[in-house]
């Protein structure tokens, strides 16, 4: 028996009201669904992965996880996966602090101090590392 194979088609009804998807497998045969925005979303979302990734000039970038290689290709060629520099993104952070009664706040401001420490501690520590590199190879120790 062969195999079937459909092609889809994915329409957009505006922002808001979602997609049509058409399945197609020939002229004669197809099947069409009406798909909401949010179902969409949530049925891709809830199988990838997102983490984020660290590099070192202090930018930090979304690493999906389960995409293949050609739409990852895609996402980074339109700029869709966009670096946020850390120093905006710590300061993005307190719009979160807004509904925190200030005992709540003042704990979570300093646990970000301790991280954000421990960070640049950890860049010393790299620093200092390959200045003693850089002295051992030219006999400067």
Partial sequence: ??????????????QRHGFNLTLHRSQEKSASFAVTRAHLQELVLAR?????????????YPCPAGIEDEVLDVLFKENLLVGVPIDQLVAGSFE?????????????LLRLKERLALAI??????????????SATFGLA
């Fill in 48 to 60: 990838i992965l997102v983490t984020s990734s660290c590099h070192p000039d202090g930018m930090i």
């Fill in 96 to 108: 979160l602090l807004m509904n925190e009664d200030a005992d709540s706040a003042t704990i979570q």
């Fill in 1 to 14: 028996m062969e195999s079937e194979f459909w092609t889809p088609q994915l329409e957009e009804h505006g």
């Fill in 121 to 134: 501690t950890s860049v010393d520590d790299r620093l200092r590392g390959m200045e003693l590199d850089r």
